[in-house]
């Protein structure tokens, strides 16, 4: 550490004392409070040196500003406002739970690949023929935790463990579970809006989806070379459109309200970052449920049933079962 040069000895008589030595004379002085101070009593500061006194001041001002910026909402947080973590605990909380639901309806079913045939996948599932008229709405809710067979939800944990690990470092807890809930949801309503009426969906590929699309934003908004993100969901929506049986608006629907939900999450301004973000999630929610209770309510007043192998209204609209 540098310190600052001791006055020529021919001035050191007629010189004041140091203010905490006082036999020892200086020509020396603090740049904030200017009382004199002897080389030992000097620290180096951002403008010329201050007195140990003052230094010391400073550092507690500092504090306390640090403290105070924190309560405010500031400090050190990533760009979603959330405190920096080591560690991710929602992702192993939703594998587990996926987990079990899928061990429940194996056992009920008897058969770990034929899991769908047990009553409680069969009650859970995303079938809108069976909620139009009768409010099983939890159906878009449940689906999203229910899977056919040991590979689909293999693959959809595995998914869920690689996107999810680093978004839920990036949002926190409670961001994170809301991101994945809302996007769950837009892959489900998509399914009920434009999907096939008498077609039973489920899985947590619309929320996966929607972590994908969550990704995107994130590496865009951080600057960072969005290329592998890219080609990651330009693949995953050639297989969707390739594979029959995937349902394409359960991808779709989670892709894009997780993208809506991802950019509220990390370009909403910084002093009113939560209200943005809260604001955000629950327009998109509301307008969700809307279009459900608006399609529900039109599927209803047709009147329409099955004839055969076709969805028939009494209107004269015909769709495929």
Known sequence: M????????????????????????TGL?????????????????????????????????QRAQRSAYRRAGFGARTIAGARPSSRAVVVPVLIALNVLVYLVTAVQAADPM?????????????WPLAM??????????????LHYGLIHLAINMI??????????????????TALYLVSLLGGSVAVFLFDDLNKATAGASG?????????????????????????????????????PGISLFGHLGGLVVGILAMIAMVYSPERDRTRWQVGTLA???????????????????????????????????VQPA
């Open 29 to 61: 002085r603090c740049t904030r409070c200017e009382r004199p101070a002897c080389p030992d009593c000097l620290r180096e500061a951002s403008v010329g040196y201050q007195c140990i006194d003052c230094v010391h001041t400073g550092q507690q001002q």
């Open 132 to 145: 139009i008229g009768e409010s099983q709405w939890w159906r878009l809710v449940t689906s999203g935790f």
């Open 114 to 126: 034929g899991n769908h045939r047990s009553m409680l996948h069969q009650d859970g599932v995303l």
């Open 2 to 25: 540098n310190q600052p040069p001791y006055p020529p000895q021919h001035q050191q008589q007629s010189l004041p004392g140091c203010w905490w030595h006082p036999d020892r004379q």
């Open 207 to 243: 929320a996966i989806y929607g972590l994908l699309g969550a990704m995107l934003v994130a590496v865009i908004r951080l600057r960072i070379n969005p290329t592998t993100v890219l080609a990651v969901l330009a693949l995953n929506i050639i297989i969707t459109f390739q594979i």
């Open 159 to 176: 998914a869920l463990w690689i996107l999810g690990r680093d978004l839920e470092l990036l949002l926190g807890k409670l961001r994170f």
């Open 283 to 317: 327009v998109l929610t509301v307008a969700m449920i809307g279009l459900v209770v608006f399609r529900d309510a039109q599927l209803a007043d047709a009147s329409c049933q099955i004839v055969g192998s076709q969805y028939v209204c009494y209107s004269g609209a």
